[in-house]
């Protein structure tokens, strides 16, 4: 009875053995002998560390051919020491073969490309991956490398014969393989013509690539083919793009929308102007405030896989976003480059296609919080030496103390100039970083002169966010020709004043703007004027508006009032108070037309300013 157990038991041994041995022969490799080495037998080439081992003992690899892969496993014999050196000395404690002998040496090899950076790079890798042989790449561009599996960057785009030469470890002699590589990057690119539902697509794709695929927008696709004449059986516009692609890397794709009519895409669904958030037939600055409402949206882009769309002056036709203004434009609009996001580069297309605003609606109402102009100085003076050029320099302000400017995310209007009097191109606009809109940073402004007209376009608008507030927001500066100015006893006017001006909410919606009036400095020859102002005081004085034709309204920035006296052009007192405040209004509706000198009692001094009624 115990005899038939142990036979019993032999046998399990038995059945077991091969799943047992390869379970201890715990490393991967192939025996190789190399032909260059006489004292070498059979070797193993280990794939864990990609090292040649010397079996001490070769009893185990009987029957195991050349070039066959096994598992393995060994122990360092470190009492012999064998006549070849190629690796250390093992000895073999389990053999497994896993495989049939291999091919031998290869020379062939694969490789992977990049196109990302501005030269083309690519990756190569040989077939075999025997550490102990020597590898020689020649890339075909005059450079070479030894390295197993190596990186190269190419000068240029282009075709190249890449050599690949293996010599010693498995293969013994050289052997060599070449292969044309084309490293020229892929550009997908179509157009078509159209006709009553049937459109001819033309491939006009680049490059290195060996496979496509046209994707039509309805569902179907083509592969490896021309789309050639496709019918999608009715009028409509599809999303249609093509790919290209090639193992070695190289891939590009290209979308456009289709539209199956024969006639202008324009007429059968509204188009974006690029610059017209507003779909009035232009841009102007007016344009700029929709994109401040907006800023921040996101939604389709014009051109899918293509943000390089630009800003020409054509019809483009865009997928609705589904979210309008207060006027019912839909936001495609007001995404003017077409890359799917309202920002501040949307500004870049109206500045491109300016146009001269026309037909300008506003909303006024006396009484409103309103922007108006305020010189440096109220008068200034010449004589013979003053130079050919003047620098005159007003402050936009928007509204005042008593009436601030209530939730405004922007502004645009027009600034008039008598241009005979100014230099060309001596009209500037620095915006103010402490306005109450905020800074620099925080907003989207853009003005064009229009020297030819005598008008300057501003406007400023909040990236989606309206603003409380009141005072400096720009400063504008006129290059005068103090030559135009002559010299004569009667004082030179240069007026500028305010017109079509727009401003809105957060919403979008147009705020009321207050009565516009001119602002006036008083150009006098030193020569004959009967006397000087102290230029500084007068500077902190305020009239607001210049000329005046029914409420004049005084600010004193960094002084304290203490009286008033007004005379008249025949120089009558015709007002005398005091006890004022730093910010007060004097009612002009009955005086007579003409120009006032007002002298302002202050703890710094008399400020002398003048004022016309009309």
């Not at 509706?589 to 002298?599: F, M, Q």
Request: charged share 20%; glycine share 8%.
């Amino acid at each position: 009875m115990i005899k038939k157990i142990l036979t019993i038991s032999s046998m399990l041994l038995l059945l077991l053995s091969s799943d047992w041995v390869a379970a201890q022969c715990g490393y991967s490799g192939q025996v190789v002998q190399p032909s260059n080495n006489a004292n070498c037998g059979k070797l193993v080439l280990s794939f864990d560390t990609w090292e040649l081992l010397v079996p001490t003992d070769n009893s185990l690899l009987e029957g195991v051919e050349v070039n066959q892969e096994i598992l393995f496993s060994y122990e360092l014999d470190t009492l012999q020491t064998p006549s070849c050196t190629a690796g250390p000395a093992i000895q073999l404690t389990c053999v497994t073969p896993i495989s049939g002998p291999s091919q031998g040496c290869q020379s062939d090899f694969s490789f992977t490309a990049n196109f990302d950076e501005p030269l083309p790079i690519a990756l190569f890798e040989p077939v075999l991956n025997d550490y102990s042989a020597t590898y020689q790449w020649d890339f075909g561009d005059g450079e070479i490398s030894s390295e197993h599996t190596v990186s190269h960057t190419f000068s240029e785009q282009g075709e190249y014969e890449v050599c690949l030469s293996v010599s010693g470890g498995s293969c013994g002699d050289l052997t060599t393989t070449c292969q044309v590589i084309n490293l020229t990057e892929c550009q997908a690119l179509f157009y078509y013509e159209a006709n009553d539902g049937v459109v001819d697509f033309f491939n006009q794709s680049s490059g290195g690539y060996e496979e496509w695929r046209w994707s039509l927008g309805n569902g179907n696709e083509i592969q490896n083919a021309n789309a050639g004449t496709y019918n999608y059986g009715e009028i409509n516009i599809y999303t249609v793009c093509l790919e290209v692609w090639s193992a070695s890397g190289c891939s590009s794709k290209f979308c456009n929308y289709v539209f199956t009519g024969s006639g202008d895409v324009c007429d059968f669904t509204t188009c974006v102007y690029p610059g017209d958030t507003n779909e009035d037939g232009a841009a102007n600055v007016y344009d700029l405030l929709p994109i401040g409402v907006g800023f921040g949206a996101e939604g389709p882009p014009r051109q899918l896989d293509d943000v390089t769309l630009g800003v020409g002056w054509f019809g483009q036709y865009a997928p609705d976003w589904g979210v309008e203004t207060i006027n019912g434009s839909d936001y495609k609009h007001l995404d003017c480059n077409g890359d799917g996001e309202i920002d501040s580069d949307d500004a870049e297309a109206i500045e491109v296609n300016y146009a001269a605003p026309s037909s300008i609606f506003m909303v006024q109402a006396p009484g409103s919080p309103t922007f108006w102009l305020d010189f440096e100085w109220d008068t200034i003076l010449i004589d013979d030496n003053t130079p050919p050029f003047i620098k005159l320099e007003a402050d936009l302000m928007a509204g005042t103390a008593n009436l601030p400017i209530q939730d405004m995310t922007g502004f645009a209007l027009q600034v008039n100039y008598p241009n005979d009097m100014v230099k060309l191109d001596g009209v500037e606009v620095d915006y103010y970083d402490n306005s109450f809109l905020g800074n620099s940073n925080q907003i989207l402004w853009l003005q064009k002169d229009r020297y030819e007209d005598g008008r300057l376009d501003l406007g400023i608008v909040k990236k989606a966010v309206g603003s409380n507030g009141f005072g400096k927001v720009a400063t504008l500066s006129f290059i005068v020709i103090s030559d135009v100015l002559g010299r004569t006893d009667d004082a030179k006017t240069f007026s500028i004043s305010l017109s079509d001006v727009v401003a809105v909410n957060p919403d979008g919606a147009m705020l009321t703007i207050g009565s516009l009036d001119p602002a006036t400095v008083y150009i006098v020859d030193k020569t004959t004027a009967t006397q000087t102002n102290d230029q500084w005081l007068n500077n902190q004085v305020h009239l607001f508006p210049n000329p005046a034709s029914d409420k004049l309204s005084i600010q004193l920035d960094n002084l304290r009032a203490e009286s008033l006296s007004v005379f008249n052009p025949l120089g009558q007192q015709v007002i005398s108070q005091t006890g004022l405040r730093n910010a007060f209004d004097i009612d002009v509706a009955h005086w007579e037309n003409g120009v006032y000198l007002l002298k302002i009692k202050t703890d710094k001094g008399v400020a002398n300013k003048r004022v016309v009624v009309r």
